[in-house]
């Protein structure tokens, strides 16, 4: 399998996940201006990454179908939740609300003129996300309460966490008192694939 990445980006919760599994798997770092190239656009016509091309040459895209697929094609690693529906069903809870609102709330904090052309109106925009992000903390907060992990068991969606997490510090986005988010983060931090992971983007 080869995954093309850009640091630090959410491709980062794809390239933990392949660490976790333990499987032989190379990278690629996709250069910002290289997005739009046309060789990269045949493989996402999006210009965005992650891109998994599998070893047989199949290309997925889309970080939650990457994630799920790695889940499914390596069962042994039990990061697709337990066995049950429910279990199953508790990995795309969270792994839903990481991608269809966690993330997109971060767009007006790393791209604002996409919202609004006035630079002056940009700091009111932010402080508004970043408002929005700390009632999705605090909610994430509150689940980690009495488990270790989104799903209850390590899975897919832990590594998505750990990265909106670094965005949000990286932003400016008040983080203080979730005690429990604090926990998660230091043991993602303490775990060797996740340091494998990041040492090999750089970060």
């Keep these: 399998m080869k995954l093309y990445y850009m640091p630090g980006v959410c491709s980062l919760a794809t390239h933990i996940v392949l660490e976790w599994i333990g499987q032989p798997y190379q990278i690629e770092e996709v250069p910002r201006a290289e997005l739009r190239s046309p060789e990269y656009l045949k493989l996402n016509p999006d210009g965005v990454v992650p891109v998994l091309v599998d070893n047989d040459g199949w290309v997925l ?32 809870r969270w792994l839903g609300f990481l991608n269809s609102d966690v993330h997109p709330a971060f767009k007006p904090l790393f791209r604002p003129e996409r919202f609004i052309a006035d630079p002056s109106q940009h700091g009111g925009l932010q402080d508004t996300a970043r408002t929005k992000l700390r009632s999705y903390f605090e909610q ?58 990041m040492r090999a983007e750089g970060i």
């Design 140 to 197: 994430l907060d509150a689940r980690l309460e009495n488990v270790d992990w989104l799903a209850g068991t390590r899975s897919v969606a832990d590594p998505y966490l750990f990265v909106v997490q670094r965005w949000a510090k990286a932003k400016a986005v008040d983080l203080s008192g979730l005690d429990h988010l604090d926990r998660f983060v230091h043991r993602m931090h303490a775990d060797a694939s996740v340091k494998a992971a």
């Design 61 to 92: 895209t889309e970080n939650v179908a990457i994630l799920n697929y790695l889940a499914d094609c390596f069962p042994k690693a039990g990061l697709g939740g337990d066995v049950t529906p429910r279990g199953r069903a508790e990995v795309n």
